[in-house]
Nanobody, 121 residues
């Protein structure tokens, strides 16, 4: 499984960013994919997940209504559109993949390198 996230950066509070995660073809067509994040000094936490078909999504309460996860299986890519960003969204964001929704939302089997998102107040 190969996952590579990009799109992080520095943005002001209220702004938007879109993260992308490029996966190998087998991963994109087989696994449930998602995003975790880890703020400095805190544990990693689930952010969002999407079924392989793209028809079902799952979000952490802290990002519902602000973040949108989507996937383009033709491009083997998962996206995380982040709107109305808050300083507390500052973290390293990781693209993850797993065989079941429970796995992806709790203890993902596969992790990509993280990308830093910093939201200034």
């Amino acid at each position: 499984v190969q996952l590579q996230a990009c799109g992080g950066g520095l943005v002001q509070a209220g702004g938007s960013l879109r993260l992308s995660c490029a996966a190998d073809k087998r991963t994109s067509s087989t696994y449930i994919m998602g995003w975790f994040r880890q703020a400095h000094g805190k544990e990693r936490e689930f952010v969002a997940a999407i079924m392989w078909s793209g028809g079902s999504t799952n979000y952490a309460d802290s990002v519902k209504g602000r973040f949108t996860i989507s996937r383009d299986n033709a491009k083997n890519t998962v996206y995380l559109q982040m709107n109305s960003l808050k300083p507390e969204d500052t973290a390293v964001y990781y693209c993850v993949a797993g065989e079941t929704l429970e796995v992806v939302t709790t203890q993902p089997r596969h992790w990509g390198p993280g990308t830093q998102v910093t939201v200034s107040s």
